[in-house]
């Protein structure tokens, strides 16, 4: 009996949870970029003795009370604390899916012998 077609579909899946997986690790690390980035701005803008600070909008710049650009870049990094939250679970799941996708791999090609 041969375990070809399994082994092909198994492989198939392989792929397709590897690329999801790295992907998933992509946008982690550009969540932990951009956390990192508004705590900065945050300790900066805290530093600052004025009240009004010039926030960018496009290509303009807008003249913005600092405790509203401030509240903005803590709600920015609870939204990205959530996401990462997300991600860290998807990540968890596809890690654990390659893992019993390679094991079934093993146990196939060892069957098929």
């Known amino acids: 009996m041969s375990n070809l077609p399994i082994i092909q579909e198994l492989t198939t899946n392989l792929r397709s949870s590897k690329a999801q997986l790295q992907s998933v690790e992509q946008q982690l690390a550009l969540l932990e970029r ?24 496009g290509k303009a710049f807008v003249l913005q009370d600092k405790s509203k650009y401030v509240d903005d870049l803590k709600h920015d990094e609870t939204v990205v604390k959530e996401q990462t ?21 093993r146990l196939a090609a060892g069957n098929q012998k």
């Open 34 to 57: 951009q956390e990192k980035l508004a705590k900065v701005v945050t300790e900066e803008l805290k530093s600052y003795g004025t009240d009004k600070v010039w926030r960018s909008c």
């Open 85 to 105: 939250k997300t991600l860290e679970i998807r990540k968890n799941y596809l890690e654990t899916t390659v893992e019993k996708i390679v094991d079934n791999l």
